[in-house]
């Protein structure tokens, strides 16, 4: 297990998971019923964007860096901005919440959370910040068995963030069966299923696969910082929303091609949305 997410805390990728993920949290919570949050690869709590890992790639700069100041955003990012701002009262963008952070503060006191992560230092961590913290559970195991393990929850609403470093070459398979399970277990679980664009073929293949794997509903979200053929590593991300809470789509197509030019680091920025199963 090599990978850190301090070193990325905060990039363009965390920009579109953390702001799509927080306004899903929140069109859920229009319902005064109970729900439960799934964390499978949660990370840590808070990241510091001055300390020496963040420093070192600089990868918020072009990410939260670029919206922190900024008084003309879209409203699904401004929620989202002003969430991180929470944890920076002084103005000055330091402290990034990770996913864990950010949901449990929007967390109501019907609502519950549920947190794995299987590198033993951040498990500790995340362990000792939210002990006591009512509804938060922390378990140092694979995230690819919380569905198995939790699914159906007794709110039967559940809102799922798999968001795998994808170190491994079967990484996406493995999300996909992971999925299956989930819904499967309980049909209307709400998934946010992060992944990188990077490799095109591999992509490819992996579209095909969800599209054909029996899904109730699946959006296609992505957004691209640079061309997709650029051989520099990370040029985009996406996510595939399982049951995404309307209306979603409709915000969405309103706040991408704003963030996909803000974002863009070489040449024109791009996004892309479209439904891969149960077009409504
Ligand atoms: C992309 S980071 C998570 C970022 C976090 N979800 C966020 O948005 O702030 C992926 C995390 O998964 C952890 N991890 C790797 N393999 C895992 C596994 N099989 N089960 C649970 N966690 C794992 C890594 O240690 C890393 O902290």
């Not at 549920?114 to 951040?122: G, Q, R």
């Not at 079967?170 to 499967?184: K, N």
């Not at 490799?199 to 997709?228: C, H, M, T, W």
């Not at 979603?248 to 070489?266: K, R, V």
Request: proline content about 8%; overall charge negative.
């Amino acid at each position: 297990m090599n990978y850190r997410h301090s070193f990325h805390a905060g990039n363009h990728a965390d920009v579109l998971k953390h702001a799509v993920l927080l306004r899903m949290l929140t069109l859920m919570q229009r319902k005064e019923s109970p729900l439960c949050y799934l964390d499978s690869h949660a990370g840590t709590a808070l990241y510091d964007l001055l300390g020496e890992d963040a420093s070192r790639t600089g990868e918020y700069l072009d990410g939260i860096g670029r919206l922190w100041s900024r008084d003309d955003l879209p409203p699904l990012l401004a929620d989202y901005r002003d969430a991180v701002a929470r944890h920076n009262p002084d103005g000055q963008l330091r402290l990034y919440p990770g996913s864990p952070q950010l949901m449990a503060d929007g967390l109501r006191e019907q609502d519950r959370m549920i947190v794995s992560e299987l590198h033993p230092e951040d498990a500790l961590t995340l362990k000792e910040y939210f002990a006591g913290q009512p509804g938060v559970a922390v378990h140092q195991r694979d995230g690819y068995e919380l569905p198995g393990a939790f699914l159906p929850v007794a709110e039967k609403r559940a809102l799922w963030l798999l968001d795998p470093p994808f170190e491994k070459g079967d990484d996406l398979q493995r999300c996909l069966q992971a999925v299956q399970t989930g819904i499967q277990r309980m049909r209307q679980t709400v998934v946010a299923l992060w992944y990188p664009i990077k490799d095109q073929r591999l992509l490819r293949d992996f579209y095909q696969r969800i599209s054909q794997a029996g899904l109730p509903k699946v959006l296609r979200v992505e957004l691209n910082v640079r061309p997709v053929d650029t051989q520099l590593g990370l040029n985009g991300s996406g996510l595939m929303l399982v049951n995404p809470p309307w209306p979603l789509w409709e915000e969405l197509e309103q706040t991408l091609p704003w963030l996909a030019g803000e974002l863009a680091q070489s040449g024109p920025g791009g996004w892309r949305m479209d439904w891969l199963a149960g077009e409504p």
